[in-house]
């Protein structure tokens, strides 16, 4: 079992994007289920006060780090994680090795013309086997119960949800107990968009900058710019107080 950190009320393992993989192949081989979930600056800010989304993200098997700036803080903060395994890379490889082992995976999210997009890429890359089946991610709370029974009932290995933070990851929590005959289940964010063509991903150089956020305000700022310039911000200023604690304490 790797070390799992805990910094800013978030607890993340300490995985590369290897040992992530060879975890979760693992629990599907073995048919242990397996609850994933990623967090960046937003969703570490977003969990100090939604108590819901701290437990949905805290009580899920694997953690991962998915921004470049809690890689940061969380080696400012003495706790240094071996590397980011964004959640948009992780969820392409796995579709690749659900084509490798002959899984099916299920697509639950974004626009019905986003996801039967994506749906039909997968199935030329690879072959039709590889999707069980998909849907939007527009419904009520009321529908929950239904979707998630004819998500089982297609006998998929992985499910990827792609709906926006905090509703994917209190989905994922609440139904777990039923989703537990799916081996691998993970939300994905906007990853469906990006995949499917919608949206454009930042150039690596800043992915690997930390700056793959200013490249999505950039693409959409009335819509990200309090997400991102005022959640970024509270970031650091979390960051800031558990560091001067942390120093105080040790002095």
Not at 65 to 74: L, N, T
Not at 147 to 155: A, F, G, L, R
Not at 177 to 198: C, H, N, T, W, Y
Request: charged residues 25%; without cysteine; positive net charge.
């Amino acid at each position: 079992m790797a070390q799992r950190i805990q910094i800013l009320n978030t607890k993340i393992d300490n995985l590369s994007m290897a040992e992530t993989l060879q975890r979760i192949e693992l629990a599907i081989a073995h048919n242990n289920p397996l609850h994933h979930t990623v967090v960046n600056a937003g969703k570490i800010v977003a969990m100090q006060k939604n108590e819901q989304l701290r437990k949905s993200v805290n009580e899920a098997d694997l953690i991962n780090a998915d921004g470049q700036a809690v890689i940061w803080a969380a080696k400012l903060l003495n706790q240094p994680l071996k590397e980011r395994v964004a959640g948009i890379d992780l969820f392409d490889n796995l579709v690749k090795m659900a084509h490798q082992k002959n899984y099916s995976v299920y697509l639950l999210g974004a626009q019905e013309e986003v996801v039967s997009a994506l749906s039909e890429k997968f199935k030329q890359t690879y072959n039709a086997n590889v999707i069980a089946g998909y849907r939007n991610g527009y419904f009520s709370q009321e529908q929950e119960k239904q979707i998630v029974e004819d998500i089982v009932s297609t006998k998929a290995k992985m499910l990827f949800v792609a709906i926006s933070s905090p509703k994917k990851e209190i989905f994922l929590h609440t139904h777990r107990e039923a989703l537990k005959q799916i081996p691998f289940i993970m939300g994905v964010g906007g990853s469906f968009d990006v995949l499917a063509g919608k949206t454009k991903r930042a150039p690596k150089w800043m992915q690997k900058s930390g700056l793959e956020w200013f490249y999505r305000f950039l693409q959409e700022p009335k819509r990200m710019w309090k997400r991102y310039l005022i959640g970024n911000s509270k970031f650091i200023g979390l960051v800031v107080k558990a560091k001067f604690n942390f120093n105080k304490k040790n002095s």
